[in-house]
């Protein structure tokens, strides 16, 4: 069962998965279900969880999806697949979403689930950082390119601090925690919903963030990605996705240790137990549901502020509106 859900998981990181969508015979598995591949943003950790729940709850197979989960190597290259047809869903964050759009690809987002975006600055507790202020004259890692690296300066700008406050490390996304571990770095920017966890187990040592969305600069974070070809061709496919996934992050929210059992039967290569409750712990809040909201369920208020962060900050050319990036129809029946 562990090996079921990776699959196709080699060939996609390779970029030869065929094209999704086009042969009927490929596409249709025993029984009527469609076959369904999504990719998600990253190697599983336990944000992914809810998607392991669904699977073994059956809630993507009673709308008729015999659906396949595939590790991802960041969200860039999610999206890529995503726009070359290679997989039907990427589960991907909404800055690099943007980038991709405008960059051409043909791609939406059919609802961001993290709406409270996860980007931080994270260091060990006993550094004694407290609030941005506290950064001033220390290292901070990071890796350029990324929406958080991009968006730090006006971070810092606008919690009143300058670029020349804090020394920024450049360092490759796999490096980050190596480096926040032995020292070599004083924090590091990143997803404290993932990483913070992760660098515990680690370390055995408290860590402690600061959260951009918590100090001034709220960014959407990761949501369901799809090609505009399936959106045009296959819309019902889309929805009952969509549904299913909701109900996923639903009942998986009040079912963490449920949730988290599934992945661990179902995924591979997934963080020890501990570490993933603590992580699917910390990402529910993120869902930002506010008065009876659903999952994956976006206002255009929260696009607009994302669009703009990225337009000043992130060099997004001709920014356009949410309609650009975001087809909000899916995920509100019932």
């Given at each position: 069962?562990?090996?079921?859900?990776?699959?196709?998981?080699?060939?996609?990181?390779?970029?030869?998965?065929?094209?999704c969508?086009?042969?009927?015979?490929?596409?249709?598995?025993?029984?009527?279900?469609?076959?369904?591949?999504?990719?998600?943003?990253?190697?599983?950790?336990?944000?992914?969880?809810?998607?392991?729940?669904?699977?073994?709850?059956?809630?993507?197979?009673?709308?008729?999806?015999?659906?396949?989960?595939?590790p991802?190597?960041?969200?860039?290259?999610?999206?890529?697949?995503?726009?070359?047809?290679?997989?039907?869903?990427?589960?991907?964050?909404?800055?690099?979403?943007?980038?991709?759009?405008?960059?051409?690809?043909?791609?939406?987002?059919?609802?961001?689930?993290?709406?409270?975006?996860?980007a931080?600055?994270?260091?060990?507790?006993?550094?004694?950082?407290?609030?941005?202020?506290?950064?001033?004259?220390?290292?901070?890692?990071?890796?350029?390119?990324?929406?958080?690296?991009?968006?730090?300066p006006?971070?810092?700008?606008?919690n009143?601090?300058s670029?020349?406050?804090?020394?920024?490390?450049?360092?490759?996304a796999?490096?980050?925690?190596?480096a926040?571990?032995?020292?070599?770095?004083?924090?590091?920017?990143?997803?404290?919903?993932?990483?913070?966890?992760?660098?515990?187990?680690?370390?055995?040592?408290d860590?402690?963030?600061?959260?951009?969305?918590d100090?001034g600069?709220n960014?959407?974070?990761?949501?369901?990605?799809?090609?505009?070809?399936?959106?045009?061709?296959?819309?019902?496919?889309?929805?009952?996705?969509?549904?299913?996934?909701?109900?996923?992050?639903?009942?998986a929210?009040?079912?963490?240790?449920?949730?988290?059992?599934?992945?661990?039967?179902?995924?591979?290569?997934?963080?020890?137990?501990?570490?993933?409750?603590?992580?699917?712990?910390?990402?529910?809040?993120?869902?930002d549901l506010?008065?009876?909201?659903?999952?994956?369920v976006?206002?255009?208020?929260?696009?607009?502020?994302t669009?703009?962060?990225m337009?000043?900050?992130?060099?997004?050319?001709?920014?356009?509106?949410?309609s650009?990036y975001?087809?909000?129809?899916?995920?509100?029946?019932?």
């Open positions: 069962m562990r090996r079921l859900a990776f699959t196709a998981a080699a060939l996609l990181l390779l970029g030869s998965l065929a094209a969508g086009d042969n009927d015979e490929q596409s249709t598995a025993a029984g009527g279900k469609k076959k369904v591949t999504l990719t998600l943003n990253w190697v599983p950790y336990g944000e992914h969880a809810p998607f392991y729940y669904g699977l073994k709850k059956g809630f993507y197979e009673a709308e008729g999806i015999e659906l396949t989960i595939s991802g190597g960041g969200s860039g290259k999610t999206i890529q697949a995503v726009a070359q047809q290679q997989t039907d869903f990427g589960w991907a964050d909404t800055p690099p979403l943007l980038k991709g759009i405008a960059t051409g690809m043909k791609v939406k987002s059919v609802g961001v689930f993290l709406q409270k975006g996860p931080s600055i994270e260091f060990l507790a006993d550094k004694g950082i407290k609030s941005p202020a506290d950064l001033k004259g220390k290292t901070v890692g990071g890796t350029p390119g990324d929406a958080i690296y991009a968006t730090f006006a971070w810092l700008k606008a009143g601090l670029e020349s406050d804090v020394k920024v490390v450049n360092l490759d796999a490096g980050k925690i190596a926040l571990a032995e020292g070599r770095v004083d924090a590091i920017q990143g997803f404290f919903h993932d990483q913070a966890p992760t660098i515990e187990s680690r370390t055995g040592k860590v402690d963030y600061l959260l951009y969305a100090w600069m960014m959407l974070g990761t949501g369901l990605v799809v090609n505009e070809d399936t959106l045009s061709k296959d819309p019902d496919m889309v929805r009952a996705f969509a549904r299913a996934t909701q109900r996923s992050w639903t009942d929210a009040k079912d963490i240790p449920g949730a988290t059992d599934a992945m661990a039967e179902l995924a591979e290569n997934e963080p020890d137990k501990k570490v993933l409750v603590e992580q699917l712990t910390l990402a529910v809040p993120l869902l506010g008065a009876g909201g659903k999952p994956g976006n206002s255009e208020a929260k696009w607009t502020e669009i703009s962060l337009s000043q900050y992130a060099d997004l050319k001709d920014a356009g509106g949410p650009k975001w087809d909000g129809s899916y995920g509100n029946e019932g």
